[in-house]
């Protein structure tokens, strides 16, 4: 996991809070190095795994803790995890978060801590030779800091559309658009950091989409499905997905050829989305597409490199 300055700057417009970061983890523990909670006098985001072990960060982040705790799970907690974690505990409002630059990022937990020889060099080899560095390291916090959000666009707020934002939007590094034709089309509550964007024909707005960006076309109409598939074919786009059966994909294949595109080209969209072994319920579509979209930024992930583990 890394460090998104975008997400954070969102929170700290509620107001300053303490973030909660799994620093290190040994053994079974409910989540991994990295994991994340965030924390206000009356409201919390992320996990760190929940149970008696989130519950008592959330009372010492409340009560102004700063610094490193060391929990093993089993003794202090009685958790039946049987590992061991440390957490770091950092303040943070708009000016700690405007500090966050960079390809990593290096700050003591305890203020005023002078950067230990072993953090210097630590970050040395990460921007000289690739590696990646401990996330703790004495009593500073080493985060990589994340690349600009990926953006998904969602074409249409019916069933499916609704369920694949429930399911995309808790998730991090995502820039998430929803369109569709009305007001009316969306629910009264759009989830935090999902931007609604409106037109009376939806697809005059693909102009406004990065051409890396991720579609998913799920609209209330066959013709207006075809129509954004036509018009992202020109635009150009990261990828493209969008939900039918397998006769409506012959038919829009013929359609999209007779418009002038070549077989390569509209082989690139994906048609049906989602795990044909979950079933069709919009729920079980949206859990498919938004595992597939994972995996597949995990992979991209991986593919440029982490870079090996600095001892």
């Not at 992320?46 to 003794?75: C, D, Q, V």
């Not at 202090?76 to 590992?83: F, L, P, T």
């Not at 690349?147 to 590094?173: C, D, E, K, N, Y």
Request: aromatic share 4%; proline share 7%; net charge neutral.
């Amino acid at each position: 996991m890394s460090l998104d300055p975008a997400a954070l700057a969102r929170a700290a417009d509620r107001g300053p809070f303490t973030r909660v970061v799994v620093a290190r983890a040994q053994g079974s523990t409910p989540r991994e190095d990295g994991a994340e909670m965030l924390v206000w006098a009356d409201h919390v985001e992320g996990t760190i795994g929940g149970g008696a072990l989130e519950f008592s960060a959330i009372a010492k982040a409340r009560g102004g803790l700063t610094g490193i705790e060391k929990i093993p799970l089993g003794p202090a907690m009685n958790q039946c995890c049987g590992g061991a974690v440390v957490l770091g505990y950092e303040r943070m409002d708009r000016t700690t978060v405007s500090q966050i630059t960079g390809d990593w990022h290096a700050r003591p937990l305890t203020p005023g801590t002078p950067e230990p020889l072993a953090v210097t060099r630590a970050l040395a080899r990460a921007r000289d030779r690739g590696e990646t560095p401990p996330l703790l390291v004495e009593n500073w916090l080493i985060e990589r800091v994340a690349p600009p959000a990926t953006p998904v666009w969602v074409w249409g707020a019916g069933h499916v559309g609704r369920a694949l934002i429930g399911a995309l939007s808790p998730l991090p590094g995502l820039a998430l658009s929803w369109t569709d034709s009305g007001a009316e089309r969306f629910p009264d509550m759009i989830p935090e950091g999902v931007t609604p964007l409106i037109a009376e024909n939806p697809a005059d707005l693909i102009s406004l989409a990065r051409t890396d960006a991720r579609h998913f076309v799920l609209t209330y109409s066959h013709s207006l499905d075809l129509e954004l598939c036509h018009r992202l074919l020109a635009h150009g786009f990261g990828g493209l997905g969008l939900i039918g059966s397998d006769s409506k994909w012959v038919r829009f294949r013929k359609r999209l050829a007779a418009l002038g595109h070549s077989d390569a080209q509209i082989s690139r969209i994906a048609c049906p989305i989602g795990d044909p072994t979950l079933g069709k319920h919009p729920q079980a579509i949206a859990l498919g597409v938004a595992t597939g979209l994972v995996k597949e930024l995990n992979a991209a992930q991986a593919a440029t490199g982490k870079g090996k583990r600095a001892g």
